[in-house]
């Protein structure tokens, strides 16, 4: 049986997943894909925190323990960030080294350096765990559809965010609230921005965009909308009109373009992905021969990361991933793809109009929607609370930018008492 | 870029399926993975019938077009049945071809004969298509969950029954009412027996098994119920009570061994698998480090089919697989694995029972029930008509064959007046 050392860098949650399914399972990878994977050396800023783990790895600081051992062929790269993780990347790669890593942000923003390096090292990074942990997307869009024009992705692609939204929900608690709780619990960092305001969503929606429609994707005119301004209100309007509010990663394969966005999202509460709860990811495909395929899963946390890490580990050590790094289309020499601009998307909405409660308001917004050219699906007076009254509408789709300056001329123009809400409705 | 000839054997809707993907998007896959897929020769019995496609291809009806010719090392076998479909396969293995098949019998039935002289003769069988169709469910539990001891499966696997299943719950239809529609409807064949009385499902859930225990799974001592009894009243107390009625493959390794099945099963509503609706498959996995996965798509057609084919000729095509089958443990040399009797299920248990409308009845037989050693989540009496009573009890998990003996002993003791009707629930 092959023995394949593996170098680890960084013993953080992740790794030290790794570590316990290596501790655990080392006997069923042997039995089932005739593999002996071999811990052999980890690196760590503190040798000191070894997490309660027992290993028989060497445990250095110095990257050099593992770049200089002829032994590793394959390093797992379980570092966070996009400056120090990316030296140490960079380093294994011109160590002649095969990459596996978690690290989403630097595949998304420094993909094509990345790939063009490891391509002219002759060596592969493996990023399976980088987008929804424990459910092997990256796989089935790469490999399982294959045969496949991608026509959409709708996904939801973090699980901070999703189980805060599940929380507004089941307690009607405001955004703040919902925040607080699921720090408490661990599902939020102490400074959650980068997954409260989609940036890491867009990540992850920029790589599965990369390899379906195999063009280099610009992050900086992706639509990224965070989930922060949400309120009680959103979520409880939704549900009232048979939705529930997730933020959605949404990529369409338009004859005008690609359309990309990040986006809070009423999804229609019988479409499969509104039933994605707590901190659970989803992805919903819909490809030219399969039709629709969903995915649903844990997407972050030890063992389920740690699952797709040890996937990708395999894929290298067995050479699988070699045939297909050589070959593949999506890793280098692409061309930026040109994103339709927000104001073209193309997309259902919703809209809340807070008005006087006086006859005549509703059939003027009506005419409003009309005159600017937005095709209502449904429309009715919602609520009452002393002189207010709230006018809920959902569209057919539309243009977007058409519809925001309709809904901006409804709120200049005195009809309303109060800036019109308008979020975006999935299929 | 490299070449690779591909030889097809069954001109059928697959096949068809599979020559529309070429025709249309050779293109896709050169740029996608390096590939250029040829399609040199196709076999058919009738070369007349050549559904209307234009292909490059030769078309023969002799197998030796394929067999003799060095320059094709991968051949697509879409024919069905487990007799002239074994011989084709057997030959072209015994000519060095790779062979990608749709077959599920053939691989259920003799995979150990077949896998052992595709290994013997240095080729291999791929088979994502045998199971679930466009879903890529093979791949995900072979290599995206290859660091995970799976602890269960369930899946709805059989396009034909959910379909019926679904009318039946839409129309208040009865079985065959629903039935003759889906052949109508072209979801069910002429003779539809081995969809609906759950072989079908059973071939597809013993090669998960396979795979996923690395055992060889004794097709002849699984429990297999179809759905050819359940009747409109099974499925409205089954909606009444919250749930749904699928025909469910069922999986799950338990410390006293492997528990493998197939049944009609009330699924909770809120359980994923129940919205898998119309001839969708889905399969929910519950593994140690990625913990549930979900997969659902479309399970047949001639598209989804394709689209696994290729995925398959492409894995052998670009390499691939073949480091795969040099080294995994589910191919060969396995040991029989030895089930556990249906009486030893461990599951939920739904019972209709029919009593006469007097007082004192819900009460014996709860008490007959208690008795017996079952525990009851629900129990109510839920119509009545004439001089009838129905009383329907939801179980905790129990022992199947107690169960069965104390509802037994309730309709033979007389507090019935029809017998009891008794369904498996899932978890």
């Not at 790669?93 to 993909?111: C, M, P, R």
């Not at 509104?274 to 649903?296: C, D, E, F, R």
Request: glycine share 10%; net charge neutral; with cysteine.
């Amino acid at each position: 049986m092959r023995r394949v050392a593996i170098g680890l860098i960084g013993w953080g949650t992740v790794g030290g997943g790794v570590v316990d399914i290596l501790n655990r399972d080392a006997a069923l990878l042997r039995e089932r894909c005739g593999l002996d994977l071999w811990l052999k050396t980890i690196v760590t800023r503190d040798p000191s925190r070894t997490r309660d783990q027992r290993t028989g790895a060497t445990v250095a600081t110095d990257l050099r323990a593992i770049l200089d051992d002829p032994e590793i062929p394959v390093v797992i790269h379980l570092v966070g960030g996009t400056t120090v993780a990316k030296d140490l990347l960079v380093a294994c790669l011109k160590a002649g080294k095969h990459v596996v890593t978690a690290n989403k942000a630097l595949i998304a923003e420094h993909g094509d350096e990345l790939f063009t390096l490891a391509a002219h090292q002759g060596v592969g990074i493996a990023f399976e765990a980088a987008v929804a942990g424990g459910i092997p997307v990256i796989a089935a869009l790469r490999d399982g559809l294959v045969a496949n024009r991608i026509e959409s992705i709708s996904g939801i692609l973090n699980g901070t965010c999703n189980f805060i939204l599940t929380k507004m929900e089941a307690e009607g608690w405001g955004y703040d609230e919902a925040l607080a709780e699921a720090q408490k619990l661990g599902y939020a960092e102490t400074d959650p921005t980068l997954d409260v305001d989609g940036t890491d969503t867009a990540h992850k929606l920029a790589i599965l965009a990369r390899i379906a429609w195999g063009g280099r994707i610009p992050l900086s005119s992706l639509t990224i909308e965070g989930i922060q301004s949400l309120t009680a209100t959103d979520i409880a309007s939704a549900k009232t009109l048979g939705a529930r509010i997730k933020l959605l990663a949404v990529a369409r394969n338009r004859p005008e373009g690609l359309e990309l966005r990040v986006a809070p999202t009423l999804v229609p509460l019988d479409h499969p992905l509104a039933s994605v709860m707590k901190n659970a990811n989803g992805i919903a495909l819909q490809s030219s021969a399969a039709g629709p395929t969903l995915l649903t899963g844990l997407g972050a946390g030890a063992l389920p990361t740690a699952s797709a890490v040890l996937a990708d580990v395999v894929d290298v050590a067995s050479g699988r991933y070699q045939a297909t790094v050589g070959h593949y289309g999506f890793f280098t020499g692409l061309q930026p793809v040109t994103l339709l601009p927000e104001a073209e998307e193309n997309t259902a909405c919703y809209a809340r109009f807070t008005v006087a409660d006086r006859p005549g308001v509703l059939a003027a917004i009506a005419t409003a929607l009309s005159n600017g050219g937005a095709s209502v699906q449904t429309i009715y007076q919602a609520t009452t609370t002393h002189d207010r009254a709230v006018i809920e509408v959902m569209t057919h789709p539309l243009r977007l930018g058409s519809f925001r300056q309709t809904v901006a001329a409804i709120d200049t123009g005195g009809l309303t008492v109060a800036p019109t809400r308008v979020l975006r409705k999935w299929l």
